[in-house]
């Protein structure tokens, strides 16, 4: 089967138990309990004989112990285990945790089973054709406004765009601090797959090591684990879980060579963070991060310190910003100084409105660099492309295409992007200026 094939047989089940509340995320949600079950058993078994996926999956909450119940018994043993597989440890405990089962009716949950998810070897399937079948399916969710899931997913042509400019190599560790459902971490894997030839212990490294997420919300994190398995990343038990689900503010961490990530938006939050000179708050909780630059509850400016901070010394990054959001006074100017000098702060892509679920967004991507210390600003020139002036762009009528990115990826120069020159888009009477410097 191809990957529309999929989706649409997928999806077309949906519709039957809409009939019964479910929403397109419960069903999506559903899916990915019923297909981790799934593919752990068929790893189990002739060709791959896995024994650490055996090992995973308790015999009692085993694919076929699910497959031979019915009726009431079937809805009962489902529930206790969604309930048992979220106590795991590991990349099931992500997966299932909080887990519970929303499809009441027995008969239907028997259908979904047997009829639709039983009748296929997923694990015999093409990686790039059950990935991408699985990228269809959360693409259709947050379509789906009322759920209110597109907040959780970046258009995949900007994300392609954005991996395409910034280069991630073979041996990087790349992460996502807000990945959502894993955009950025699949288009940097696939970008790797595509430029370089791994073999041997960096094939290992790139499907174990090299892709870390990090994800507030569980049900999200869920999806998100799921996506990167169907696309052969960290599913094994040995390996790390490439999804923490935590609040990724909460504490420095790890350092990376690359940050690819559109953090949440919103200026406040429950949270201030609060550095090394900063008083804490009585109006919010207050968590202490001395290698901040700035005390604020300003989730956004919040994200742009973090990332800059989880950055190794000449790691790269690029950030989904709102409008202006570091040209605020008081914090934001205090973080956009500090990111001016500490950083090479060399290009700001202004994004058209109408490409995100969330109505009437304003935003930006901007791309740093991570310098040494020195007395000099790093920052002397800020390349910027508009992609906005005279843009108009829809989700469903006129959507972004990876192609209408094609001009930006092209003058962004990655072979050496100090010859940037501006340049003007004077021939076309609907488009304004493209490119311009400022000092």
Not at 404 to 432: G, I, M, S
């Amino acid at each position: 089967m191809n990957t529309a094939t999929i989706v649409q047989k997928l999806w077309n089940y949906c519709n039957i138990l809409r009939d019964d509340g479910l929403s397109y995320g419960d069903y999506v949600e559903q899916l990915t309990f019923l297909l981790f079950l799934k593919m752990a058993d068929e790893q189990t078994k002739p060709p791959f004989q896995r024994r650490d996926a055996a090992a995973t999956i308790p015999a009692e909450y085993s694919w076929p112990a699910l497959l031979k119940r019915d009726g009431d018994e079937l809805e009962i043993h489902y529930r206790h285990t969604l309930e048992a597989l979220g106590k795991q440890a590991g990349l099931i405990g992500v997966i299932f945790r909080k887990a519970q089962n929303k499809i009441q009716d027995p008969a239907k949950l028997r259908r979904l089973i047997a009829d639709l998810i039983d009748k296929e070897e997923w694990s015999a399937l093409d990686t790039d054709v059950k990935g991408d079948a699985y990228e269809g399916l959360l693409e259709k969710n947050a379509a789906d406004v009322k759920g209110g899931a597109g907040q959780y997913f970046t258009p995949r042509p900007l994300i392609q765009a954005i991996v395409d400019v910034v280069r991630p190599k073979l041996g990087e560790v790349i992460c996502d601090p807000a990945c959502g459902t894993g955009g950025f971490l699949l288009a940097a894997y696939a970008h790797i797959r595509r430029h370089h030839k791994p073999s041997g212990a960096q094939i290992k490294h790139l499907h174990t090591e090299a892709l870390r997420g990090v994800e507030l919300v569980d049900s999200v994190a869920r999806l998100c684990c799921m996506n990167l398995v169907l696309h052969g990343i960290g599913g094994d038990a040995s390996a790390p879980v490439p999804v923490e689900v935590k609040d990724a503010l909460a504490a420095k961490g790890d350092e990376f060579d690359v940050v690819l990530s559109n953090p949440p938006f919103g200026k406040k939050s429950s949270v201030t963070i609060v550095n090394e000179a900063g008083e804490p708050s009585r109006e919010t909780l207050t968590i202490h991060r001395d290698d901040f630059w700035a005390t604020t509850s300003n989730k956004q400016l919040n994200f742009v310190q973090h990332i800059f901070s989880t950055l190794k010394q000449h790691g790269r990054a690029a950030v989904v910003v709102p409008d202006n959001v570091l040209f605020e006074g008081g914090a934001g100017e205090t973080i956009r100084r500090e990111l001016l000098k500490q950083a090479d702060v060399h290009t700001l892509l202004r994004l058209p409105t109408g490409i995100f679920y969330a109505q009437g967004v304003k935003a930006n991507v901007l791309f740093f660099d991570k310098k040494p210390a020195r007395e000099k600003p790093w920052t002397e020139k800020l390349w910027i492309y508009d992609l906005r002036t005279n843009m108009h762009f829809t989700l469903k009528e006129n959507p972004l295409k990876r192609a209408n990115l094609d001009e930006f990826v092209q003058c962004y120069n990655v072979k050496n992007r100090h010859d940037r020159k501006p340049t003007w888009r004077d021939e076309n009477p609907h488009c304004a200026s493209r490119s311009s410097f400022t000092n």
